[in-house]
Every structure is written in structure tokens, then in C-alpha cells.
């Protein structure tokens, strides 16, 4: 029964996603810097390879936040925190289908708007693989941690944190990973590399 809910659900969201605007933006340059490079600044380099360090990184990476708008005026801070390439269920009776892998995504959406941020950020995520395949969000429980809501209501200057799960082939080799507002039909599509 569990498993009918949970596919039934992630066809919704799939239809959605499939449905959504295709003049999108793609931003894919950073907002802001994540930890990892902030370390790296803070490590004496040589004059050119401070000139290098100054550029800002042209492609967002895990740590990096993009800022992006919904269609209702939102305004969130996304960080894809971490990101795992063979993601464990969190129990023994949830497994991904066979020839499949699950891969996931932690993120951190900060609203900096000046209304509730009101979502179901799943539906706005998806990764795309080497081939050009492209994979939306399931619901799925993993060992790395509690997943991201599916309705989230965040009020302003509050964020909400939690992993998006996909269900791939084992070969793929996952390059991407975007995230928009308004469950996927915002025109700016947030896009990091993974690999």
C-alpha cells in the first residue's frame, strides 16, 4: 500500500515537472561561496593564483547557494549542502527497484523574501546524468538523514533543511542537480554540479 501512496504521489510530481515552462533560466553561477571555498581564500597563494581565486566559480558546486525567485515574488537562499552518489534506505523494507540506485540531495532553502516561502521543494528538483537523462524527485527515507518536507511553510529569515531523494539507473553517472521554486514551474532554475 505504502509503496502504490508513494508512486502515485512521485507520477504527480513527475507530470508536474514535465508540465512546467521550457523558457527557464538556468543560473548556474553562485550566489555566494560555499565553506569549502571560503577555506580556500583564507590559504596564502601566490599572486596568480590569487588573481584565479578572486573569479567567482562559473558553475555552483555542493556548499554553494544560488538565489533564487518563485512566480509569487519568493525569495530563497539555496545551498546544496551535501550530496551522495549511492544513498542507503533508512529501513530494510524500502529499497530502490532493481538496476536502479538511489542518489540524494541535501538542501538548505533559506526564505529572504518578504512572504512565507509555501512549497513542496521535491517537486522542483530533479538531476540530469552524463547522458543526458533526467531524473525527478522520490520519496524515500535514507540513512543520511530526515528527508525534506513536502509542505513547507517557512516564514521570512527562517530555512528549511532536509534531503531530496532520486531514483536512477546504477550505471548513471549523476553531473547535476537543479532546484526551482513554485514546485518546479518558477522561470530560474538553480543548477549544481555533483561530478
Known sequence: MRRTIIAA???????LTATACTDDEITTAPSKAGAAEESKKAEPTEPAAEEE?????????????????????????A?????????KSA?????????????????ELTNTGEKP?????SNGAQ??????????ATFADIADGP?????????????????????????SKVVTVQFAL??????????????
Open 53 to 77: 581565486a578572486e573569479k567567482p566559480s562559473k558553475d555552483a558546486k555542493v556548499g554553494d547557494t544560488i538565489a533564487l525567485k518563485g512566480n509569487e515574488g519568493e525569495k530563497v537562499d
Open 127 to 136: 538531476v540530469a546524468d552524463a547522458e543526458g537523462q533526467r531524473f525527478g
Open 117 to 121: 516561502y509555501v512549497d513542496s521543494p
Open 79 to 87: 545551498v546544496l549542502k551535501k550530496w551522495v552518489d549511492d544513498a
Open 91 to 107: 529501513d530494510e523494507f524500502f529499497k530502490p527497484a532493481d538496476g536502479k540506485r538511489w542518489v540524494a540531495a541535501q538542501f
Open 147 to 171: 528527508s525534506m518536507t513536502s509542505d513547507a511553510n517557512v516564514p521570512q529569515g527562517e530555512k528549511v533543511l532536509g534531503w531530496i531523494v532520486f531514483e536512477v539507473p546504477k550505471a
Open 182 to 195: 513554485s514546485s518546479g514551474f518558477a522561470s530560474q532554475t538553480g543548477q549544481w554540479k555533483v561530478s
Open 9 to 15: 504521489i512521485a507520477a504527480a510530481g513527475l507530470l
